[in-house]
């Protein structure tokens, strides 16, 4: 009797213990976003650095499986992936994570340098995908769909 009893308490615990967690991951934010460099490494690919602050008041986590697809309208322009990232506990930082871009197939480089000249941030979107993990295996994937790309642009 005391030994099931003693398993619900722990039970109850662990439950109350990850509820607060939980609530802890719903508030993380990105605090800014900047584009630092883009590096061009072919005539279709870059390699990119983008500056991402990230106040998080949850413990560590991992966020990996990165890929954003650009689109301009409903035309795919481009793919970025993106390596692991390990994000601090409890505190706020600017993460420099390098990123690997490449033209998506059927666009030249001379499209994209017209797409430049007449460059409106309002007809791009990104559809964005990533896998946080926390403590190995344990996880949530992150879908966003149709982002308008001036989201990241605003200062």
């Known amino acids: 009797m005391k030994k099931a009893l003693r398993i ?24 800014s976003f900047e584009l630092e460099s883009v590096v061009p490494t ?3 690919s870059a390699n990119v650095v983008v500056a991402v602050g990230i106040s998080n008041p949850a ?3 991992q966020v990996r499986d990165i890929e954003a697809t650009i689109k301009r309208g409903e035309e795919v322009m481009g793919v970025v992936t993106g390596e692991p990232v390990s994000v601090d506990g409890k505190c706020d930082r600017v993460y420099r994570i390098p990123l690997q871009a490449q033209l998506a ?3 030249s480089l001379m499209q994209l ?12 979107y990104l559809d964005l995908h990533a896998r946080a993990n926390v403590a190995g295996k344990i996880g949530k994937d992150i879908d966003y769909k149709d ?8 200062k």
């Open 42 to 44: 072919s005539l279709r």
């Open 8 to 31: 619900s308490f722990l039970l109850v615990a662990a439950c109350l213990l990850l509820s607060g967690c939980v609530s802890k991951y719903k508030k993380i934010s990105v605090s």
């Open 59 to 61: 413990p560590a986590f």
């Open 105 to 107: 197939d059927g666009i």
């Open 147 to 154: 982002m308008p790309l001036t989201k990241f642009l605003k």
């Open 113 to 124: 340098l017209a797409t430049y000249k007449s460059f409106n941030p309002e007809d791009f």
